[in-house]
């Protein structure tokens, strides 16, 4: 389980067309959902950020479109007894008409998952523009001493932890690292960002 990186996924050819958004949206939607506060981001009129009521999918709607959705799950597999959670399903809209309302959302979302869970997990499959959004919060986090920065290797037998100790690291070992194409291994190295000291000592 890590970042493989995949070609677009399904839900981002349906999300991608208006008449498909509209049909994926509706479907939701009919499932029920409640409006969803997030700290420091006010929608401009005529949006609405909604949460599903199970609290795994958040959404940006304007009327009965879609302009940015994300699905959470969560495991505790990484740190022995820590519920860890993962943004997968990440999309947003490319129509030009929505940009401003989206400008630093997806930013806003991974910090308030972060404080909610305090470990958030790369998903094991992501496009390129995933693979994008991670490399940006990872360096974030590096330089920001309230969180610890890892790669969890499940194809070791501890499925071990190993702290990424600064940028340049990160970049020139850790980065090829984890990403690529093989599911026998790439499925299987996660980037792991935690308020929660975790990293096994580096060696």
Request: hydrophobic share 40%; charged share 25%.
């Amino acid at each position: 389980m890590a970042p493989r990186l995949i070609s677009d996924a399904d839900f981002n050819r349906k999300l991608n067309a208006p008449d498909r958004n509209r049909e994926h949206t509706l479907a939701f939607l009919a499932k029920g959902v409640e409006p969803f506060s997030l700290p420091g981001y006010v929608p401009p009129a005529g949006y609405r950020l909604v949460m599903s009521l199970d609290g795994k999918q958040c959404r940006l709607l304007k009327d009965d479109i879609t302009a940015y959705a994300v699905k959470i799950v969560t495991g505790k597999f990484v740190v022995p007894g820590k519920q860890h959670c993962t943004q997968v399903m990440v999309w947003r809209t490319f129509m030009p008409e929505y940009q401003d309302a989206l400008q630093g959302l997806a930013k806003r979302i991974f910090a308030w998952l972060l404080e909610m869970y305090e470990i958030v997990v790369s998903d094991n499959e992501q496009t390129a523009d995933g693979r994008r959004f991670w490399e940006y919060r990872i360096t974030e986090a590096i330089a920001d001493p309230r969180f610890e920065v890892m790669i969890w290797d499940g194809t070791k037998e501890d499925n071990e932890l190993t702290l990424i100790q600064n940028a340049e690291e990160f970049v020139s070992k850790w980065s090829p690292y984890a990403w690529g194409t093989d599911p026998e291994i790439h499925q299987h190295r996660l980037l792991v960002i935690s308020k929660i000291k975790a990293a096994n000592p580096p060696e």
